[in-house]
């Protein structure tokens, strides 16, 4: 019998050693989390497209522009070049690119964003020389009339058509490059052919300056058709597309990766409960062990009343030591027990790492601390355990407060997987901020009405998440103001950077309260001061003249654009931008001015007398 019963006690054992071995693979399994990796692969794409935008944008500026820089055609495909290998590494870290349909991807939208280079070069190049002869016509013209002006006025008389017919051909050549039709292309052959006529009308004087604007406008009739070809070829490039289909490959690939650890977060769930229920059943039997003992020694001593007296010290002696042994036996049972369930309950909790601040809370209150106080009432009656199990009230009750205790274990397991669906939520804040930041994703410079409360409202929107992850406390000085009339994307870049700048300079501050004060003033009728103050590190004095330098950052993790930027778009917007602060420690003050460009309608009152204008 003894045989048999340490056979069930061994098979017990492996029992539970195999569940636990399933638990621990389990959790092993389930605990990588891939969320944010496919987040931050998300957000590469994202930025690629941002650029490619920018990118387009740029292209159709330059269409337009007179001026021969086209940096700006460079700088978003390096960008766009150094997030996609970003992207790539990211990739091959997780082993997301392996299968052929990934590398596909990857391939059509390298082919995609050569061929859309190619392109551009080619459009840099007719586009270069499209500029500089529409830039030459009026320069060109004006000579000749120039000269038509010094004639006699029988002469002037006599040339009027000419002069008039050499005025409306430049106006033709400049109607052609902003609307290109097959009729226009009529009429400017039409003014060349009567231009080449009237040429041999004038004095050999003008041979020449009519002959150069023949030749400009003949490259402006040739060059426009080509540029405006190649707009259309670039446009129709699907580098947008190829980045769509990728984000899709990301969404497909981050849905199969939560199904499986779904499953797996069931599996453990269902090996928990079945350890749980195979401890108990073990605590069971040895507890009906020990009160089989203890009848068995009853018996023993009531058969061999005539020996008590032979043997009472050496029965003491054995009761002792069967006592201790009992003991230790109980309190090593107990000690495994607590050791197994409390472990593998926090393997469970452990593996929602995401939610692991309201995951610990529920572990601080978790009912498996009721074990410990069952087992505290079987150690308070190590002699008459069988007793008290089945006479005593406390002891009646334990039975069953032991499989409500499993059940209760098991409705925790039930809430903390509950826990990770709540994560959701929290996306909806993101949706908001992307939401905001998308609806002045366009890069319009026509001026519109602004409220700047409302402008600086959104900024702070947009860097809510990072201020209150900082503990930073907002202070807004905002002076009534009318609307006025800006460029909302470029005030908005402004305000975005300066807010951000100062959360990250006051990141280590420990002593005093972290404090932003943002602020909104007339300075005179015709300036608008925006203001941002933080009360972080301060600046050195040596930096001042170069913190919106191009690449210039006291951030590790800076790049040196962001203040760069702020500042040509204050440029561009015919203002400055200022930094002024007492010294590292000391914090730091940008001032943005601006032109103050009343919007139609508003009254504007004086910031020194408080009258209409």
Known sequence: MKL??????????????????????????????????????????????????????????????ISHNYDPLVSPLVEMTRLWQAFETAEALHGQSDTPAWRTAHADYRDALA????????????NAVLRNSLAFLPTAEDGIQAQL???????????HNIATDTYDLMLSSLEFAQMTTDDKAADILVGLNKLAINKDRLPIEFHAPIDILSNHIALILREQPRVNQLLEQIEAVPVAVRLDDITLMLDRDERAVALVDQQYHFYLLVFSTLLVLLLIYMAIRLMRSF?????????????????????????????????????????????????????????VLNSVNISADL?????????ALGLGKAMQLINEHPDDLGRF???????????????????????????????????????????????TQQSYAGASTLLEPLEVSTLLEDALRMNAGALTRHHVTVLKEYDEVPRIMGDKHRL?????????????????????ARNMTLGVKRLDDDTLQISVTDEGEGIAPENITRIFAHGFTTRKEGHGFGLHSCALAAVEMNGHLLAYSDGPGKGARF???????????????????GASC
């Open 291 to 347: 009160s089989e003992i203890n009848r068995v020694n009853r018996a023993l001593l009531s058969a061999n009343d005539e020996l008590e007296q032979r043997v009472e010290e050496r029965t003491r002696q054995l009761k002792d030591t069967q006592s201790e042994l009992l003991d230790t036996a109980r309190q090593a049972g107990m000690a495994e027990i607590a050791t197994n369930v409390l472990h593998n309950v926090g393997n």
């Open 4 to 65: 048999t019963h340490r056979r069930g006690l061994l098979l017990l054992g492996v029992s539970a050693a195999l569940l636990a071995s399933v638990l621990v693979y389990l959790y092993f399994m389930s605990k990588a989390d891939e969320t944010q990796n496919y987040a931050q692969a998300r957000d590469l794409v994202r930025q690629i497209k941002q650029y490619n935008s920018q990118w387009e944008n740029e292209i159709l500026k330059a269409r337009i522009t």
């Open 359 to 367: 995951v610990t809370r529920k572990l601080r209150t978790s009912k």
């Open 492 to 512: 908005l870049l402004i305000l975005i950077n300066l807010i951000s700048n100062a959360k990250y300079a006051m990141s280590d501050v420990c002593n005093h």
């Open 115 to 126: 061929q859309k280079s190619r392109l551009v070069e080619q459009f840099k190049s007719h």
């Open 149 to 159: 002006g010094q004639l006699a006025d029988a002469d002037k008389l006599r040339l």
């Open 389 to 435: 199990l089945s006479e005593d009230a406390k002891g009646k009750m334990l039975p069953g407060y032991l499989n409500q205790l499993v059940e209760a274990i098991s409705l925790e397991q039930k809430e903390m997987a509950d826990e990770l669906t709540q994560l959701s939520k929290s996306v909806d804040h993101i949706k908001d901020i992307v939401a």
């Open 591 to 609: 001032v943005l001015q601006i032109p103050l460009i009343i919007a139609e309608g508003e009254s504007c009152p004086s910031p020194a007398t």
